[in-house]
């Protein structure tokens, strides 16, 4: 355990350490010497704002190879394949068997099984609380408006 925490400890001044780095070199305005200082550092990657101009213009000036040229249009964006489609349609999995949760959940919605009520009983009490308080407020809102239309 000593061995451990002390291969702990020396990895937590080394990480410290770079935090020193990055923070002084943070405040320098050179961009070149951020970049050493990012290359110096094991788990940051550089930066391509600080790349060099021609490094920048040669990556976007290069057209990437297409396997199939014909499979994308003028803008260099894929066409839609609709036999690739269909075959990717035709390959999908059907559904898995119903468990047993699954067929019991089915057998109380459906009203079923013995000793518990139908969720659709639920459904329908609820679907009709909510058509009643709507027929509520409507009739609120129709009395508000009729008292204030003759004022105006």
């Excluded at 499979?71 to 999908?92: E, H, I």
């Excluded at 639920?122 to 009739?139: C, G, Y």
Aim: hydrophobic share 40%; glycine share 4%.
């Amino acid at each position: 355990m000593t061995a451990h925490s002390r291969e702990l400890s020396a990895e937590i001044a080394a990480l410290e350490f770079e935090i020193h780095q990055l923070n002084d070199a943070s405040s320098c305005p050179d961009p070149h010497q951020i970049q050493t200082v990012l290359e110096g550092t094991r788990f940051l990657q550089p930066e391509p704002l600080y790349k060099a101009e021609e490094e920048l213009v040669e990556s976007t000036a290069a057209e990437p190879e297409r396997d199939f040229p014909g499979l994308y249009n003028d803008l260099g964006l894929r066409k839609f394949d609709l036999a690739g489609w269909w075959l990717r349609m035709k390959r999908l999995e059907p559904l898995p068997a119903p468990t047993k949760n699954e067929q019991l959940v089915t057998l109380i919605a459906t009203g079923r099984h013995h000793g518990h009520t139908a969720l659709r009983r639920d459904t329908r009490l609820a679907r009709n609380r909510f058509i009643l308080l709507t027929l509520v407020l409507l009739a609120i809102l129709w009395s508000i408006l009729s008292l204030l239309i003759p004022q105006l």
